[in-house]
């Protein structure tokens, strides 16, 4: 079993739809989980961090965490075009050290 | 206030050689971990460096090392390349390690 673990995709949505993007990790004690968003031959751009169980929202983007289930997932409401990139999930075991395991990430496409 | 800067942005290397990658962190960053990322591994955690000291490793094997100078830049090398070291090496940097990072533009990697 990965660590980290996203449906590779790609995840086709209509552009203005609701884009929902989920990931799974196996260590319970995880403390912090990230979502990076990186274009086709750039480096990742952090996106959301959520520290605690619930959602988090931030403009179009909402992060939610389910410490129970194991559970991370990024909605993108109103999608567009330029969403259009590598959604990656990064989990940080320890939480206080510098050491993120990532999933494959999911490819969304956003289609005019 | 700068970014997380990757020093050189592309390296053409061959076989058995080795290579030395630079990474100057944001102002006031002290941690500084790097990443390998391959399109079958995806982002692989190699190593994080804080206060000169490395404090957590990745699965990788002995050749590849770094280190961190006082100044909090830190340098990873790969000695007697192989062919499977061609890959995107990114690093990011963060206040202490347990918090948000932020990537480098990266230095892409091609072994001959």
């Known amino acids: 079993q990965k660590e980290v673990e996203q449906n590779s995709g790609p995840l086709s949505v209509p552009e203005g739809a609701i884009a929902s993007l989920n990931c799974t990790y196996s260590?319970?004690?995880?403390?912090?989980f990230f979502w990076y968003r990186q274009y086709s031959g750039k480096s990742p751009e952090l996106i959301m961090f959520i520290y605690s169980n619930g959602d988090k929202e931030d403009g179009r983007f909402t992060a939610q965490l389910n410490k129970a289930s194991q559970y991370v997932s990024l909605l993108i409401r109103d999608s567009q075009p330029s969403d259009s990139a590598t959604y990656l999930c990064?989990?940080?075991?320890?939480?206080?050290?510098?050491?993120?395991?990532f999933g494959q990430g999911t490819t969304l496409q956003v289609k005019p | 206030k700068a970014g997380v800067t990757q020093t050189p942005r592309y390296l053409i290397k061959t076989r058995g050689q080795q290579v030395t990658l630079s990474c100057s962190p944001i102002s006031g960053h002290r941690s500084v971990s790097w990443y390998q990322q391959t399109p079958g591994q995806g982002l692989q955690f190699l190593f994080e460096y804080f206060s000169e000291t490395q404090r957590n490793k990745g699965n990788f094997p002995g050749r590849f090392s770094g280190r961190q100078f006082s100044n909090s830049r830190s340098e990873m090398n790969v000695s007697t390349l192989e062919l499977g070291d061609s890959a995107l090496y990114l690093c990011a940097s963060s206040l202490e390690g347990g918090g948000i990072q932020y990537f480098g533009a990266g230095t892409r990697l091609s072994v001959l």
């Open positions: 990064a989990v940080n075991p320890s939480g206080n050290t510098g050491k993120l395991i």
């Open positions: 260590d319970r004690g995880s403390q912090s």
